[in-house]
């Protein structure tokens, strides 16, 4: 045998895939962490064709999913991480890439506050959506939008557009975390 596919996530947990038979004859996947409890042939030694390794940004949960289609480009991703990563006050951050966008999670204290290692901190921490930079139809431009909690506006609201995707992501991530972010209200509408 193989050696089993693995992944392990944020919270330093590995899990693998056990692709059981169905009693009408499909396959069944199922993320497990302890491979030795089941059949050597159960187990995998690569993804299923269309399928990918999810790990979702909130708390570091671990699952197979199908492939999820994006416009992003992988440059548009890099360009979000490196920059955020650099501009933003949060040392602790993660990053998802959804169907036309890009979006920022933060967790609002640092190794400093904890006293802890980054890596230590990321086994329990709990990411919050901050910001969210789109890719507008046809590629030409990009939207950077901040969560709202504004009773009747709960959700994204777009705070500017900007064919410059470097120019959004260096003006907006140095406000993560910061009573500032909020300062900025939705793009063509004035603050009441």
Not at 13 to 34: F, H, L, P, S, W
Not at 127 to 143: C, I, K, N, S
Not at 150 to 165: A, K, N, Q, R, V
Request: hydrophobic share 35%; proline share 9%; aromatic share 14%.
């Amino acid at each position: 045998m193989l050696m089993p596919l693995s992944y392990t996530n944020r919270r330093q947990e590995t899990y693998y895939i056990r692709a059981a038979r169905t009693a009408k004859g499909g396959t069944r996947y199922y993320v497990i962490k302890d491979f030795t409890r089941y059949p050597a042939t159960e187990i995998l030694d690569a993804l299923p064709p269309g399928f990918e390794w999810y790990e979702y940004p909130y708390d570091g949960k671990t699952t197979l999913r199908k492939i999820v289609p994006t416009r992003v480009p992988p440059a548009m991703l890099e360009t979000v991480r490196e920059l955020t990563t650099r501009y933003s006050p949060r040392e602790v951050l993660g990053f998802d890439v959804e169907p036309d966008a890009v979006t920022v999670y933060e967790y609002p204290y640092g190794p400093a506050e904890m006293e802890m290692l980054l890596p230590e901190i990321l086994k329990f921490a709990y990411l919050m959506p901050v910001l969210r930079f789109v890719l507008l139809p046809g590629g030409g431009g990009y939207q950077v939008q901040r969560i709202c909690q504004y009773p009747g506006l709960e959700g994204w609201i777009t705070l500017e557009t900007s064919p410059d995707l470097e120019a959004l992501v260096t003006k907006f991530a140095p406000h993560i975390g910061q009573d500032s972010l909020v300062d900025f209200w939705m793009e063509g509408k004035q603050d009441f």
